[in-house]
């Protein structure tokens, strides 16, 4: 069965940094792309940062650029998003899910080609 799991959300004040983790089980390669997600109340799921299988090519939302870095580590089954410089504006229930193909040349934010998704994980950005 496959699954992802999050974790590492939380409460933290502007301008701080936590690491989110997104643990993979039930794959039986590492031929699937990892991409972060986030919904705020009232606001569609929208696309933060992909990473191609192999960890080389990533892709990031222009809202998040320079302060966010997805990467991942085949070993552990584990992708993380390191998220510096949170404003309130980052507020929202974080989710990773997988893509198994077919792929294009680079991974995708497009929430509809992913198949597998987590439960998320709560960050809140409060002043």
């Known amino acids: 069965q496959l699954q992802l799991v999050e974790s590492g959300g939380g409460l933290v004040q502007p301008g701080g940094s936590l690491r989110l983790s997104c643990a993979a089980s039930?794959?039986?390669?590492?031929?699937?792309?990892i991409g972060w997600f986030r919904q705020a109340p009232g606001k569609e799921r929208e696309g933060v940062s992909c990473?191609?299988?192999?960890?080389?090519?990533?892709k990031y939302a222009d809202s998040v650029k320079g302060r966010f870095t997805i990467s991942r580590d085949n070993t552990k089954n584990t992708a993380y998003l390191q998220m510096n410089s949170l404003t309130v504006e980052d507020t929202a229930v974080y989710f990773c899910?997988?893509?198994?193909?077919?792929?294009?040349?680079?991974?995708?934010?497009?929430?509809?080609?992913?198949?597998?998704w987590g439960q998320g994980t709560q960050v809140t950005v409060f002043s």
């Open positions: 990473i191609r299988g192999h960890g080389i090519s990533t």
């Open positions: 899910a997988a893509d198994r193909g077919p792929f294009s040349s680079t991974c995708t934010t497009d929430k509809g080609r992913y198949d597998y």
């Open positions: 039930g794959f039986t390669s590492d031929y699937y792309d």
